[in-house]
């Protein structure tokens, strides 16, 4: 398993409990809250199938600002 998949992985929980949370508050927030029965599971589907490529855009990004710490903290243990 590739480290980008491990940490797509990681972090897909998070990024889908956010685009949920983004999304119930945009149908419970507005008149759509009447159709809220049916509106709810298609924010939990859509927010299931959204997280993926979000969450595969965010794992390099995490990678390297780790890489960028783990080398700033070497420079400064061997300075």
Known sequence: MSNRLAITLLIYGMVQAVL??????????????????ILLPLVVVVSAGIAIPFAWK????????????MARRNDLNHA
């Open 58 to 69: 965010i794992a390099p990004r995490m990678r390297a600002a780790h890489q960028r710490r």
């Open 20 to 37: 949920f949370g983004a999304g119930a508050l945009a149908v419970l927030a507005t008149p759509l809250k009447d159709q809220a029965a």
